[in-house]
């Protein structure tokens, strides 16, 4: 069986009519559905829409490349479309003519991703996209994007990584690592361009390490002894950090790399000369295990957001799984499943007693709930300090557990693990001694100095103020406990998947781990507002589909399941081609579905599932009340604001306003 060309002919279009990025990615993924490289339309460019939202594709010289991995790709595909009048993709130089839409199979294999980032070197190549641009034939153009045609050298492979030649004495080296989050553009795009710049500077000689999704050849270590400067662009953390500790680095985003390679060599080359050494890995607190945009200048507040962002985005697997666990327990067994104990599973487990299944399912899911404080504070302190602070980070998170500390002793403690780990490393050591640093000296001091902080220092305060917290919750009625349900509603709905979705969703799955009547009332009406956008945005495209594009209203057939699932990020969509309607919309109906939950009592133990975790609610007719009545008011809110428009979208689907907004919402972590 022979493995399908990545694009053909049919995956070309020569003259993309398109006008917005949206509508491109529909019209280029249509053609990939027609050939049965995708399966679910709708489902696949919500993961472009996804992908793009956590940064514009638009890159410099009029390039759009929208890509992410999605489980609704079959073959890892490509599709090209030419855009006669451009397309904004967010790019500084502005519209995109060049549209390339990438798409990988959430396991795709390493060849093929070898060849994307064979494109993606390609696309740095000014003849290359002089001959896109002249090309008059479809099936030419697929050749020439394979490579069959007449291409630029190296676009034929990518470049090996392994034995570097070595440059002259008096040359400046440089090591770069170039990353992004899907592995498969700007990870190679961004070295090609260090590389070309490198080369056409007199005296600098530069070797590239792309770590991407086809995995990563490590530059050899007498090459990284060698040079003399450092250049990390990258959206993701970089592996194996500590290689690169001691020397002058630069720590940017990828598009720094892609866009300003000449500013990169000349300040690393100005840190070399002015002696500015790196002390060790993830000195740069700028750098952050999930969401990092590597540029200088982040404000503190910033910062703290990445770091805490970081510590989230890590447990919530673990909320997920336990939480649900211990639900499908009580479900199964009743609430009184909690009072089997372990050794009855372990001396007289009855296969055919649903009491046993339960139980079964009820300790395990408590066994991942005892993670969720370590991991909180392991991974905020590895967000801050990199691998070197997971071990005080755990170890300070199960302090918090032991001195009842729980979800604040947790964020206590892998903010105090990464601040001692980075003072640190900030200490000159001799080069002897930095081997045995991350993993013996770092983890050691470290672990004594949080031990003694979170036991001796701040824990019982800590776990004072947590235990007042949750007196407070369980004694809440009346109008506090309506404002505190309003207040959570509206941060769940502001950004949609953002940080602050994510502080309001992290405060109620942490006081799951120990829970109480307040604690469950919260998580019921976090989930409830939740669930408003997606399902709002439906409601309001089926009751008044002419004040929508055409791609809006397809993708509110999708938002009905994506809000029924509490997936907020369904909406983001809507909000990031009209945020100043959609948004405050939402943020209404989230607070009046919120407070509605809280003043209902509806109760909730599983931290996610939407509709589908109903019958385990406390009063779960009145809480589907509250959510009807937030999705009626936020649908009602954004029909009205969209029918104040002068101008609505055609019925064709396209725009009719000049320009579409840009303002872009965060992406969900």
Aim: hydrophobic share 50%; glycine share 12%; aromatic share 6%.
């Amino acid at each position: 069986m022979t493995t399908p060309q990545m694009i053909t002919a049919d995956l070309v279009d020569l003259d993309l009519s398109a006008e917005t990025k949206e509508e491109a990615a529909r019209s280029l993924a249509t053609r990939m559905v027609r050939l049965g490289r995708v399966t679910d339309l709708d489902g696949f460019l919500a993961d472009v829409a996804a992908r793009e939202a956590q940064m514009p594709t638009g890159l410099d010289g009029g390039i759009g490349i929208p890509h992410c991995r999605s489980t609704h790709v079959t073959e890892p595909t490509l599709a090209f479309g030419r855009a006669p009048h451009g397309i904004d993709f967010g790019a500084p130089d502005g519209p995109a003519d060049l549209i390339f839409l990438i798409a990988a199979p959430a396991g795709a294999d390493d060849a093929h991703l070898t060849i994307l980032s064979a494109l993606a070197r390609q696309l740095m190549d000014e003849d290359f996209k002089a001959a896109l641009r002249a090309a008059t034939d479809a099936e030419q153009t697929a050749a020439l994007i394979r490579g069959d045609a007449e291409a630029p050298p190296e676009a034929e492979a990518e470049p090996e990584t392994g034995p570097q030649q070595p440059a002259p004495a008096d040359t400046f080296k440089i090591v770069a690592v170039t990353s992004c989050p899907t592995g498969i553009a700007h990870t190679y795009m961004a070295a090609e361009s260090l590389e070309n710049t490198a080369r056409d500077t007199d005296g600098v000689d530069l070797v590239v390490e792309t770590q991407g999704s086809a995995g990563f050849t490590r530059l050899d270590p007498a090459v990284i002894a060698a040079a003399d400067g450092v250049i990390f662009a990258h959206d993701v953390p970089v592996r194996e950090k500590e290689r690169f500790a001691g020397k002058p680095t630069v720590d940017v985003g990828v598009k720094a790399g892609i866009n300003r390679p000449a500013e990169l060599i000349t300040e690393v080359r100005g840190k070399a000369a002015r002696g500015e050494i790196a002390a060790g890995a993830g000195t740069d607190p700028s750098s952050t295990a999930v969401d990092n945009s590597g540029e200088a200048g982040d404000g503190y507040g910033t910062k703290l957001r990445k770091w805490l962002m970081s510590g989230v985005s890590y447990m919530v697997p673990f909320v997920a799984a336990g939480g649900l666990l211990i639900a499908l327990g009580f479900a199964i067994g009743g609430y009184k499943i909690a009072d089997v104990k372990v050794e009855t599973l372990l001396n007289s487990f009855d296969w055919t007693s649903s009491t046993s299944w339960a139980a079964l399912l009820f300790y395990t899911g408590q066994a991942a709930f005892a993670f969720l404080v370590p991991v909180l504070a392991g991974y905020i302190a590895y967000g801050m300090a990199d691998r070197p602070g997971l071990v005080p980070g755990f170890v300070g998170g199960s302090i918090a557990l032991t001195v009842n500390a729980g979800f604040l002793g947790g964020l206590a403690a892998g903010l105090i693990a990464g601040g001692v780990v980075m003072a640190i490393q900030k200490v000159n050591v001799p080069a002897v001694l930095r081997g045995i640093m991350p993993v013996v000296v770092i983890p050691l001091l470290s672990s004594i100095a949080v031990g003694f902080l979170m036991l001796v220092v701040i824990g019982k305060p800590i776990a004072s103020l947590q235990s007042g917290l949750t007196d407070w919750l369980n004694s809440l009625s009346g109008a506090n406990a309506l404002l505190l349900g309003a207040l959570l509603g509206l941060m769940m709905c502001f950004d949609l998947g953002g940080p602050l979705n994510k502080v309001a969703y992290a405060f109620a799955v942490g006081g799951l781990a120990d829970p109480t009547d307040g604690s469950l009332k919260i998580m019921a009406a976090v989930m409830a507002a939740g669930m408003v956008p997606p399902l709002a945005m439906a409601l309001a495209t089926t009751v008044r589909g002419k004040l929508f594009t055409r791609s809006e209203r397809e993708n509110g057939k999708a938002a009905w399941v994506l809000g029924a699932s509490f997936i907020t990020e369904g909406a983001i969509p809507f909000a990031a081609a009209d945020p100043l309607r959609v948004i405050p919309a939402s943020m209404a109906g989230g607070a009046v579905t919120g407070a509605l939950s809280m003043a209902f009592g509806c109760t909730l133990r599983a931290p996610h599932g939407g509709i589908f975790v109903v019958p385990l609610i406390g009063n779960p007719w009145l809480y589907l009340v509250a959510v009807a009545a937030g999705v009626l008011v936020a649908a009602a809110l954004v029909v009205v604001l969209k029918g104040m428009r002068k101008n609505a979208p055609r019925e064709d689907g396209a725009a009719a306003t000049a320009a579409p907004e840009k303002t872009q919402v965060p992406a969900a972590v």
